[in-house]
């Protein structure tokens, strides 16, 4: 039996319905995503004092921002962060849930949930441990070395080693959150390949990079975009726990930190919009570009 | 349909909204279902009550006039204040705390995109001067500069305390306080070893002199002549001040750039770095640093009046064996303190529709900030002596304090009023800030990079970091197409 549709009303008007249903999202979507995106790229292209001042300035904002030294400083913060992230924590990440996976391990779920726990406590509340760990002279992490292997007391972590500690603090909250992404696709590795290739003689490793690597890439391509958009946004973690700054030297300094102190600090939108504006399209080449190897990776 | 008829005055078709013709409607686009359904249903009537319990609901108006400020314990200090004040007075006025920030935003809405604002409004430094960003008549203050020059307050009230709220010759608030910096030194280390602080008259004297109690990394207990580092901006900003450098010169032009600011901060980068540095690391503000003072990590620390009740809050045990003594000079005959902090009151252009607003909201900024009353609650309270020269007389501050071995602390921070130096009110403030922070850090890295610990050799590298800093700041306000108009009005340069 055929389920009753809109067509079946005599005299409706299907095509309304859609329009009806979505309606709500559009509006929201204009309102909150659309307007605010083209609004910003007016701003980009003026200098305000509030709204009641403001001038247009053609691009010399965007001009201005690729000789400004703390943008490039901002983007190779974040690019550095970005790739310690993605080289350190997905590898990280994959070797953990492989481990949870092994068969006949004892305890698997209570790992997973230890390991996944700090996902959910917040960024701010992370921040502020990571703090008091990095602390030197009195930070948990220098008391402990120092009294095992003598470690310099005043090495400082917050101060001349920012990027290191911001990525062993992002390590510490998002690999188990990752690790749950690939723990998902590993299970869907199909048992029927991995077999058929051991009684071809293939060995661990050979069955992990010709096996599981091409049947988890769709899972492991999306954790890849994802932590990368996650690192370009990086805000809250430098600006917790380097107190409200970008650390000595901008050492922690990352571009959506640069944007906020710049809107919201020096009050300049104008500019904050030229440095949002530049995020956004950095945002998309990566995304284009990541779709792209994956297409290909597939098509292959 | 029967409910479809013409209008009779324009012969327009206009369709009666009748419950079935709403039902006819939902049916030809196949929404009865959904409409009906109870969920649906219980969300509409839902909506429906909270948005007439909305628009019912009595909002409760608010009497007199509002004070926003951002400092907790100036608002425990006014509200006994306050209330007299409404007891006595026809117009009344009501304190809303609001946390710095807020108030920092709130301030910055209200001046530039005309959101409520309070009429009046006790601000910090750096948010103060953020209002002064744009054109002169932009500023959401109101000027007060004939005022203060008729009533004769700018001679009443401590010169240099007027510099930080004085934006293009305009005066836009009463000051709240001094802030002179003396140095507090841990009185029971150095006695005890026999040092008399009053052979101490420049910095090259006090680490001189200091120098026995040193105990460099290795020691058992590690001990630094001065809370002093890199990365302390607050503390690098009133040594350049104290030497009569700065950011910005009266005109609100930078000088980071200046011979006397690469001097300081030479000076300041060969104690904090190398095997022989004499100043070391004790954060203010943070438990680690206030335990490491405790333990005599650093033998002296700057202390603005303000800090002084933060100690006596934060490290009680240290009570009886601080004395405070005026900062060592750069050079002899040279000024023996600098300035930190400071907060003013204004009254916003929002709040003043009517001469009698102005004059209502002027009567109470005086009595809050120049009473003598609050100037004592100030002194007991806050540890904070007044900028109002006429009660400096007062016997309170010549009370020993136990806290800091007896000394009168009071009198010994007015002593040293005079020689506050002035700061600059420009916008650019807290770039600049940042900017020569970027700059002290980028120079200790160079220094132990290369392994140059000698102020000699340090200081073509600070010339050359500061130029950088300067250069920096310089083209943000090249920038500010505001600022430009204003110059070419002869304002800021």
């Not at chain 2, 409910?3 to 049916?27: C, D, I, M, N, Y």
């Amino acid at each position: 039996m055929r389920a009753a549709s809109i067509a079946d009303v005599p005299g409706a008007q299907p095509r309304l319905a859609p329009w009806l249903f979505l309606s709500p999202f559009l509006l929201v979507f204009l309102v909150f995503t659309a307007y605010p995106l083209v609004q910003a790229m007016v701003l980009s292209l003026q200098q305000t004092f509030g709204p009641q001042h403001t001038r247009f300035v053609g691009l010399r904002n965007f001009q201005f921002l690729f000789s400004d030294p703390l943008f490039w400083t901002a983007l190779r913060n974040t690019v550095v962060y970005s790739l310690g992230s993605l080289l350190i924590q997905l590898p990280l990440s994959l070797g953990l849930a492989m481990l949870l996976e092994t068969p006949g391990l004892r305890g698997g779920r209570l790992y997973r949930v230890i390991l996944f726990s700090p996902s959910l406590v917040g960024v701010s509340f992370a921040a502020m441990i990571f703090a008091v760990i990095f602390e030197k002279r009195t930070g948990l992490l220098n008391v402990a070395l120092h009294r095992t292997i003598g470690w310099n007391l005043d090495f400082a972590w917050l101060e001349r080693h920012v990027m290191p500690a911001l990525i062993v603090a992002s390590l510490w909250m998002w690999v188990g959150f990752n690790m749950t992404y690939f723990s998902a696709a590993l299970k869907n590795v199909r048992r029927d390949l991995l077999e058929a290739a051991e009684i071809d003689g293939a060995g661990p490793w050979r069955r992990f990079l010709h096996v599981t690597i091409p049947e988890i890439s769709p899972v492991a391509g999306f954790v890849v975009l994802l932590s990368m958009i996650g690192s370009f946004q990086l805000f809250e973690l430098p600006y917790l726990l380097l107190n409200s700054t970008a650390g000595p030297g901008n050492r922690g300094m990352t571009i959506v930190l640069y944007l906020y102190q710049t809107g919201f600090e020096n009050s300049d939108l104008g500019y904050a919009s030229a440095i949002g504006w530049v995020l956004g399209l950095l945002l998309i080449v990566m995304t284009v570009f990541q779709r792209v190897l994956v297409r290909r990776s597939e098509a292959a | 349909m029967e409910a479809a008829s013409l209008h009779p005055s324009f012969g327009v078709k206009v369709q009666r909204v009748t419950p079935a013709w709403v039902r006819h409607r939902l049916e030809r686009l196949g929404l009865v279902a959904t409409v009906t359904s109870p969920v649906v249903l219980a969300f509409a009537l839902l909506s429906l009550a909270s948005f007439t319990a909305m628009m019912v609901w009595p909002i409760p108006s608010r009497e007199g006039k509002t004070m926003w400020l951002g400092a907790p314990p100036h608002f425990r200090m006014y509200e006994p204040m306050v209330a007299e004040w409404n007891k006595t007075h026809e117009s009344r006025f009501r304190l809303v705390l609001l946390s710095q920030p807020a108030l920092e935003r709130r301030m910055l809405s209200a001046f530039t995109s005309g959101t409520p604002a309070a009429d009046i409004l006790e601000v910090e430094r750096r948010p103060a001067a953020r209002a002064f960003m744009g054109p002169l008549e932009g500023v959401g203050f109101v000027d007060l500069t004939d005022r203060l020059r008729v009533e004769g307050l700018l001679d009443e009230l401590n010169g240099p305390s007027f510099t930080p709220w004085t934006s293009r010759g305009r005066t836009f608030g009463l000051p709240h306080d001094v802030h002179s910096v003396m140095l507090g030194y841990r009185a029971d280390i150095v006695e005890a070893a026999g040092i008399d602080v009053s052979q101490i008259e420049t910095w090259e004297d006090y680490f001189r002199i200091m120098k026995p109690l040193l105990q460099g990394p290795g020691s058992t207990q590690e001990r630094y002549l001065l809370n002093l580092w890199e990365t302390h901006g607050d503390h690098i900003e009133l040594l350049l001040l104290q030497a009569g450098g700065g950011f910005f010169d009266p005109q609100d032009r930078p000088i980071i750039a200046s011979e006397v600011n690469a001097h300081v901060l030479a000076k300041i980068i060969s104690w904090c770095v190398g095997p022989d540095r004499v100043c070391g690391d004790a954060p203010n503000f943070m438990a680690s640093g206030n335990r490491l003072k405790v333990e005599g990590y650093v033998l002296a620390s700057f202390m603005p009046d303000w800090m002084c009740g933060i100690y006596r809050g934060e490290m009680p045990q240290l009570g009886g064996k601080l004395k405070l003594m005026p900062l060592p000079a750069w050079e002899r005959g040279g000024r023996r303190t600098s300035v930190w902090g400071g907060s003013m009151i204004g009254i916003s252009k929002s709040g003043v529709r009517t001469p009698e607003d102005f004059e209502k909201s002027w009567a109470f900024a005086k009595e809050l900030y120049l009473s003598p009353s609050l100037a004592r609650t100030l002194y007991e309270v806050g540890d904070i002596v007044t900028p109002v020269k006429s009660h400096w007389g007062d016997p309170i501050f010549d009370r020993p304090d136990a806290y800091f071995s007896g000394q009168p602390k009071g009198r010994m921070y007015l002593d040293l009023a005079p020689q506050v130096p002035a700061r600059s009110s420009s916008p650019y403030n807290t770039m600049a800030w940042l900017r020569v922070a970027d700059a002290a850090t980028a120079l200790a890295s160079w220094a132990r990079d290369n392994q140059k610990f000698d102020y000699v050799d340090i200081l073509p590298e600070a010339k050359r970091v500061l130029a950088q800093a300067h250069g920096q700041v310089q083209a943000q306000i090249d920038r500010n197409v505001f600022l430009s108009d204003a110059a070419k009005s002869g304002g800021v340069p």
